[in-house]
Protein backbone atom coordinates (compact mmCIF):
# COMPACT_ATOMS: atom_id res chain seq x y z
CA UNK A 1 0.00 0.00 0.00
CA UNK A 2 1.26 3.47 -0.75
CA UNK A 3 2.41 5.72 1.73
CA UNK A 4 -0.37 8.40 1.37
CA UNK A 5 1.44 11.09 3.25
CA UNK A 6 4.74 11.21 1.07
CA UNK A 7 2.95 11.29 -1.96
CA UNK A 8 0.50 14.25 -0.63
CA UNK A 9 3.45 16.28 0.70
CA UNK A 10 5.24 15.75 -2.94
CA UNK A 11 2.35 17.02 -4.43
CA UNK A 12 2.10 19.73 -2.22
CA UNK A 13 5.35 20.28 -1.82
CA UNK A 14 7.35 24.02 -1.82
CA UNK A 15 8.11 24.46 -4.74
CA UNK A 16 4.78 23.05 -6.14
CA UNK A 17 3.88 25.79 -9.23
CA UNK A 18 0.45 25.55 -11.05
CA UNK A 19 0.22 26.81 -14.64
CA UNK A 20 -3.29 28.34 -14.46
CA UNK A 21 -1.58 31.12 -13.05
CA UNK A 22 0.60 32.42 -15.65
CA UNK A 23 -2.92 34.68 -15.92
CA UNK A 24 -2.68 36.49 -12.92
CA UNK A 25 1.37 36.78 -13.93
CA UNK A 26 -0.19 38.08 -17.51
CA UNK A 27 -2.58 40.76 -15.19
CA UNK A 28 0.43 41.94 -13.44
CA UNK A 29 2.18 42.18 -16.88
CA UNK A 30 -0.52 44.77 -18.01
CA UNK A 31 -0.76 46.84 -14.67
CA UNK A 32 3.30 47.50 -15.67
CA UNK A 33 2.39 47.79 -19.25
CA UNK A 34 -0.35 50.32 -18.36
CA UNK A 35 1.89 52.09 -15.43
CA UNK A 36 4.59 53.23 -17.80
CA UNK A 37 2.34 53.99 -20.73
CA UNK A 38 0.79 56.39 -18.71
CA UNK A 39 3.75 58.10 -17.07
CA UNK A 40 5.14 58.18 -20.57
CA UNK A 41 2.24 60.25 -21.60
CA UNK A 42 2.51 62.26 -18.51
CA UNK A 43 6.30 63.16 -19.02
CA UNK A 44 5.79 63.86 -22.87
CA UNK A 45 2.04 66.09 -22.54
CA UNK A 46 2.19 67.45 -19.12
CA UNK A 47 4.59 71.17 -19.80
CA UNK A 48 7.49 70.86 -17.10
CA UNK A 49 10.92 71.65 -16.45
CA UNK A 50 13.72 69.46 -14.77
CA UNK A 51 15.52 71.37 -12.62
CA UNK A 52 17.41 71.07 -8.96
CA UNK A 53 15.79 70.47 -6.06
CA UNK A 54 14.91 73.26 -4.40
CA UNK A 55 15.84 71.35 -0.69
CA UNK A 56 18.55 69.16 -2.57
CA UNK A 57 20.72 70.50 -5.68
CA UNK A 58 21.92 66.60 -6.01
CA UNK A 59 18.59 65.80 -6.95
CA UNK A 60 16.55 66.63 -10.21
CA UNK A 61 12.65 67.96 -9.97
CA UNK A 62 10.18 68.51 -12.09
CA UNK A 63 8.33 71.80 -11.89
CA UNK A 64 5.10 71.82 -13.95
CA UNK A 65 2.09 73.57 -14.28
CA UNK A 66 -1.18 71.58 -13.22
CA UNK A 67 -3.58 70.60 -16.03
CA UNK A 68 -7.14 70.65 -14.89
CA UNK A 69 -8.79 67.65 -15.77
CA UNK A 70 -12.03 67.88 -12.79
CA UNK A 71 -11.47 71.75 -11.86
CA UNK A 72 -11.50 72.21 -7.83
CA UNK A 73 -10.60 68.32 -7.57
CA UNK A 74 -8.44 66.40 -10.36
CA UNK A 75 -5.48 68.09 -11.87
CA UNK A 76 -2.43 65.95 -13.98
CA UNK A 77 0.74 67.67 -12.20
CA UNK A 78 4.08 65.90 -12.89
CA UNK A 79 6.66 65.38 -9.96
CA UNK A 80 9.67 63.17 -9.00
CA UNK A 81 9.11 61.00 -6.41
CA UNK A 82 12.55 60.29 -4.50
CA UNK A 83 11.17 58.77 -1.53
CA UNK A 84 8.63 55.82 -0.85
CA UNK A 85 4.91 56.35 -0.45
CA UNK A 86 3.81 59.83 -0.02
CA UNK A 87 7.64 61.05 -0.68
CA UNK A 88 8.85 59.56 2.65
CA UNK A 89 12.49 59.31 3.06
CA UNK A 90 12.62 61.73 -0.29
CA UNK A 91 14.91 64.17 1.70
CA UNK A 92 17.16 61.46 2.33
CA UNK A 93 20.55 61.24 1.67
CA UNK A 94 20.17 59.12 -1.68
CA UNK A 95 20.85 55.55 0.22
CA UNK A 96 16.78 55.48 -0.16
CA UNK A 97 16.98 54.75 -3.43
CA UNK A 98 18.89 51.45 -2.51
CA UNK A 99 16.92 50.57 0.07
CA UNK A 100 13.73 50.90 -2.17
CA UNK A 101 14.85 49.06 -4.69
CA UNK A 102 15.96 46.12 -3.04
CA UNK A 103 13.16 45.96 -0.89
CA UNK A 104 11.11 46.02 -3.76
CA UNK A 105 13.16 43.45 -5.86
CA UNK A 106 12.93 41.06 -2.72
CA UNK A 107 8.87 41.58 -2.08
CA UNK A 108 8.27 41.00 -5.54
CA UNK A 109 10.12 37.47 -6.03
CA UNK A 110 8.30 36.77 -3.17
CA UNK A 111 4.85 37.63 -4.61
CA UNK A 112 5.73 35.74 -7.76
CA UNK A 113 6.71 32.67 -5.53
CA UNK A 114 3.22 33.26 -4.09
CA UNK A 115 1.16 33.94 -6.82
CA UNK A 116 2.18 30.82 -8.73
CA UNK A 117 1.34 28.79 -5.71
CA UNK A 118 -2.25 29.89 -5.14
CA UNK A 119 -4.88 27.31 -5.66
CA UNK A 120 -7.53 27.41 -8.86
CA UNK A 121 -10.00 27.98 -6.50
CA UNK A 122 -9.30 31.25 -5.43
CA UNK A 123 -10.45 34.31 -7.48
CA UNK A 124 -9.88 37.88 -5.62
CA UNK A 125 -6.86 36.50 -3.87
CA UNK A 126 -4.73 36.18 -7.15
CA UNK A 127 -6.22 40.14 -8.46
CA UNK A 128 -4.92 41.32 -5.30
CA UNK A 129 -1.28 39.58 -5.72
CA UNK A 130 -1.17 40.65 -9.48
CA UNK A 131 -2.41 44.29 -8.92
CA UNK A 132 0.14 44.41 -5.94
CA UNK A 133 2.66 43.14 -8.08
CA UNK A 134 2.56 45.27 -10.91
CA UNK A 135 2.25 48.21 -8.86
CA UNK A 136 5.87 47.42 -7.08
CA UNK A 137 7.38 46.62 -10.74
CA UNK A 138 6.04 49.81 -12.42
CA UNK A 139 7.39 51.59 -9.82
CA UNK A 140 10.89 49.58 -9.52
CA UNK A 141 11.73 49.97 -12.96
CA UNK A 142 11.30 54.13 -12.28
CA UNK A 143 13.52 53.72 -9.78
CA UNK A 144 16.18 51.73 -11.35
CA UNK A 145 16.31 53.66 -14.54
CA UNK A 146 15.62 57.41 -12.85
CA UNK A 147 16.31 56.94 -9.68
CA UNK A 148 13.18 58.42 -8.73
CA UNK A 149 9.23 57.79 -9.30
CA UNK A 150 7.27 59.49 -11.94
CA UNK A 151 3.58 61.12 -10.49
CA UNK A 152 1.20 62.95 -11.85
CA UNK A 153 -2.27 61.93 -10.11
CA UNK A 154 -3.22 64.99 -8.01
CA UNK A 155 -6.25 64.99 -6.15
CA UNK A 156 -7.53 67.91 -4.06
CA UNK A 157 -10.13 70.20 -2.82
CA UNK A 158 -9.88 73.67 -4.16
CA UNK A 159 -6.54 74.60 -2.11
CA UNK A 160 -7.88 73.53 1.21
CA UNK A 161 -7.13 70.36 0.91
CA UNK A 162 -4.30 68.36 -1.30
CA UNK A 163 -3.71 64.13 -1.48
CA UNK A 164 0.39 63.99 -2.62
CA UNK A 165 0.94 63.43 -6.33
CA UNK A 166 0.16 59.67 -6.92
CA UNK A 167 0.39 57.25 -10.27
CA UNK A 168 -1.38 54.06 -11.55
CA UNK A 169 0.83 51.88 -9.96
CA UNK A 170 0.42 53.21 -6.61
CA UNK A 171 -2.85 53.33 -7.34
CA UNK A 172 -2.61 49.55 -8.08
CA UNK A 173 -1.29 48.84 -4.66
CA UNK A 174 -2.77 51.07 -2.74
CA UNK A 175 -6.58 50.61 -4.16
CA UNK A 176 -5.76 46.59 -3.83
CA UNK A 177 -5.01 46.86 -0.39
CA UNK A 178 -8.05 49.37 0.88
CA UNK A 179 -10.37 46.89 -1.09
CA UNK A 180 -8.80 43.89 0.94
CA UNK A 181 -9.54 45.71 4.22
CA UNK A 182 -13.03 47.16 3.13
CA UNK A 183 -14.21 44.46 2.48
CA UNK A 184 -13.68 42.30 5.78
Keep these: MPNTMQTNSTKNGLFQFYLHNLVWLGLAVLAIVLDQWTKLIALTKIPHVDLPCQ ?32 SLLSDAGGWQRYLFT ?21 IILPIAVSLILGGAIGNLI ?3 TLGYVIDFIHIHYEKTWSFPVF ?4 SSITGTVANRDLSR
Design 142 to 144: NRI
Design 102 to 122: GLASVVSLLFIFWLMRIPKRL
Design 55 to 86: EDVEKICAYSDSIQVLPHIFDWTLAYNHGAAF
Design 167 to 170: NLAD
